[in-house]
């Protein structure tokens, strides 16, 4: 768990970051988002001291950040930034070694662990381990960036626009690369982006920050359903609120029990994705098939629609 | 093997053999000389000059290197930054300062011999490494940097393990132009009897044989163009290019 108290980064007379306090549940993603200048990075930056706050405090698991050295908290901390940063010289295995060479594990752990997160990240050993950064694509050179970051299997994951640089394609693939792995090692992580649906298709809680001050932290929905200012509502965007709502119900948690006519949808496809199928065949209703492949419910159109407002 | 590789083996063989047995090229010198003066030098062991003068540029090569990686690595710190200004003024005034007027102050404070010519040659070999050392420091991508830190190297660990090895290439080239300079400065230290092929130059100067001031000069210059090839190909093989993108 990760608990900011009143953090406040200062340079000269300007407040970058402006008493801040937030609180992540373990387990779960945080994202930041916000225009550029928002103080969102600086605030990432803090967790793990690259950036020392003017005033305030960070607790990890209850203990101040403050109470170790800096370097060697950030090795218990995860961190992936835009533009991966992957060192030049070393190849990809050793770029993936690097937190767990600093904290002296032994080699043959080392080697398992490198050979694990490369097979995690579809990217095979025995092609990839030796091979130097830039002979990757920037899509892989990504996945190793996260990989590096995840490599001394730590509770906390800090990134900075990991998938900025990356099309739409590989984006996505990214991004859903990134909740398999969240659900699979459960680590804690605050992720900070300046678009806004990539902070809904990820954050468990979005946080909402401008000119250094944090407007709003909450669910997704909430942010939609109850904007608490102005600006949060402009930057969840007004004129698609109905169906970025949607997007944030799966078809398997709003199905209706019993059962009825029509297309067959997945009860992990959201309702903005049932929604458009739907319109796209003329149908009234669509028949939701669980995991195992058997209907377990039903949707209509209006109940949907009903789902799309607060 | 490229035609250039057959160039520099042959310039190879040939320093090599006029080292080892430089009275079989007398014929070829003869011609550069009158009233029957000797054709090939014959006050000292050409040889062992050469290796001489070798030796006196190594050493200031040693010497620059060590002080000028090290002004370069304290600069390019956040702490030293404020030394950047006088640290590149005091190697620019080494690089400025002749070589000549250099041996002529330090005769009088350290005496004739080697010791002046390696303080002119340390002086003179500065700035190459000194600027080559802080633009490959400086060439080290932003992102590259943070992720060292964000990952928790400490600022030693940053340096020596990511920092150093990308400007790596850039400062061994810095260390091969700045040799490359001192071969061929390293003569004029014979004027204050260091050993060296600077020696025979003005041997010959001193007696009209164009035939000496040839062979030190062509030595000499060989000497150069050899390291100089050698040195880069050293490079190659230790450092592979790497984009920095």
């Known amino acids: ?310 | 093997m490229s035609f250039a590789n057959l160039l520099r083996g042959a310039a190879l063989v040939l320093l090599i053999a006029f080292l080892l047995s430089p009275q079989s090229f007398a014929p070829l010198f003869a011609p550069l000389t009158q009233y029957g003066a000797p054709p090939i030098y014959d006050q000292g062991n050409l040889l062992l000059l050469a290796l001489a003068q070798l030796a006196t540029v190594c050493c200031a090569a040693v010497a620059s290197t060590l002080v000028a990686v090290g002004l370069g690595i304290l600069v390019t710190r956040p702490a030293g930054a404020q030394f950047l200004p006088l640290s590149r003024t005091l190697v620019n005034i080494g690089q400025t300062f002749p070589p000549v007027a250099v041996l002529a102050v330090a005769v009088p404070l350290v005496g004739f011999g080697e010791k002046p010519t390696l303080i002119a040659l340390f002086a003179y070999g500065l700035l190459p490494i000194f600027e080559n050392t802080i633009a490959g420091l400086r060439s080290c991508p932003p992102a590259v940097l943070e992720a060292a830190s964000g990952m928790g190297m400490s600022p030693r660990e940053r340096l020596r393990w990511v920092e150093l090895p990308i400007a790596m290439p850039l400062i061994l080239e810095g260390i091969r132009l700045s040799l490359v300079i001192s071969v061929g400065t390293a003569t004029i230290g014979s004027t204050v009897a260091a050993k060296g092929l600077g020696e025979v130059i003005i041997a010959g100067l001193l007696s009209s044989n164009t035939a000496f001031i040839l062979q030190g000069g062509l030595v000499t210059g060989l000497m150069a163009v050899l390291l100089y090839d050698g040195l880069a190909a050293l490079e190659r093989r230790f450092s592979p290019s790497i984009p920095l993108d």
Not at chain 1, 286 to 297: I, K, Q, R, S, Y
């Open chain 1, 1 to 310: 768990m990760i608990l900011i108290e009143s953090l406040t980064k200062q340079y000269g007379a300007t407040t970058v970051v402006d008493q801040v306090s937030l609180e992540v549940e373990r387990n779960s993603i945080a994202v930041i988002v916000g225009t550029s200048g928002s103080g969102k990075s600086t605030l990432l930056r803090m967790i793990n001291r690259l950036v020392e706050p003017t005033s305030g405090r960070v607790l990890l698991d209850g203990a101040d950040t403050r109470t170790e050295p800096a370097h060697l908290l950030r090795r218990r901390i995860g961190y992936a930034i835009q533009g991966h940063g992957l060192f030049p010289h070393r190849t990809v295995a050793e770029n993936i070694a690097t937190v767990p060479r600093l904290l002296g594990w032994p080699e043959a752990r080392i080697h398992e662990r490198v050979k694990e997160l490369l097979e995690i990240f579809q990217l095979d050993p025995a092609v990839y381990a030796g091979a130097l950064p830039h002979q990757l694509s920037g899509g892989q050179q990504q996945r190793v960036g996260v990989a590096r970051a995840l490599a001394a299997e730590p509770a906390v994951l800090l990134m900075d626009e990991p998938f900025g640089a990356l099309d739409p394609i590989i984006r996505a693939k990214a991004q859903a690369d990134l909740l398999d792995i969240q659900r699979r090692f459960g680590t804690t992580m605050v992720l900070v982006t300046h678009d806004m649906d990539e902070a809904f298709h990820l954050g468990h809680r979005v946080a909402v920050m401008s000119e250094g001050r944090l407007l709003q932290y909450d669910r997704p929905a909430a942010l939609l359903t109850h904007p608490a200012d102005p600006f949060v509502a402009r930057m969840t965007g007004l004129n698609d609120r109905a169906m970025k709502l949607l997007a944030l119900t799966t078809a398997g948690e709003a199905a209706l029990p019993g059962s009825s006519e029509g297309p067959q949808v997945g009860a992990s496809a959201s309702l903005r994705e049932v929604l458009s199928e739907l319109v796209w065949r003329g149908a009234a209703s669509a028949v939701v098939l669980g995991e195992d492949g058997t209907p377990c419910g039903y949707l209509t159109v209006a109940a949907i629609l009903a789902r799309g407002r607060p």
